[in-house]
């Protein structure tokens, strides 16, 4: 990129081919890409970096991606989450069932899902169980009748 390009990769760069290369299931090319960036990569990228350890059942990756989240962020328990799913699908309940309860003593809190919409230059946002919009209602209704129809 910056023979070709006369472009200094930035942090976003990296994200880009970190997350390209977990979804392929390139799982040591991206931790190889990761360790020799010339920043430290950010929650975002080990995020990207765990989600393909979990869809590929990858727990040695995973576990290194989940310690590295947790040492940017010890508060959020998100990545202790997803790699006590990827015990449970190696069939490792011991181990996930330990993080769990680490979990619970630790009192760590999940940062809930959210997602936003731009409507007429406006932007709404949604947390999970978050009822607290003016048009609640009307969005919920609609998206029950969005969901009749899919069925």
Do not use: T
Request: charge should be neutral; glycine fraction near 8%.
């Amino acid at each position: 990129m910056e023979k070709v390009f006369g472009l200094v990769p930035k942090i976003v760069h990296y994200g880009c081919m970190v997350d390209l290369l977990g979804r392929m299931g390139c799982l040591k090319e991206a931790y190889d890409l990761i360790m020799g960036m010339p920043m430290e990569a950010n929650a975002i990228i080990w995020g990207s970096f765990l989600n393909a350890c979990r869809v590929y059942n990858n727990d040695e990756l995973g576990e290194v991606a989940a310690k590295r989240m947790l040492e940017i962020d010890p508060r959020n328990s998100w990545s202790q989450v997803m790699l006590s799913n990827i015990y449970v699908e190696e069939a490792k309940y011991d181990r996930s069932m330990g993080l769990r309860k680490e979990i619970k003593e630790k009192r760590l809190k999940k940062s809930p899902g959210c997602s936003s919409i731009e409507v007429n230059g406006s932007v709404h946002g949604f947390l999970v169980e978050d009822n607290s919009h003016p048009r609640y209602n009307e969005i919920n209704s609609m998206l029950e009748k969005i969901e009749k129809l899919m069925n």
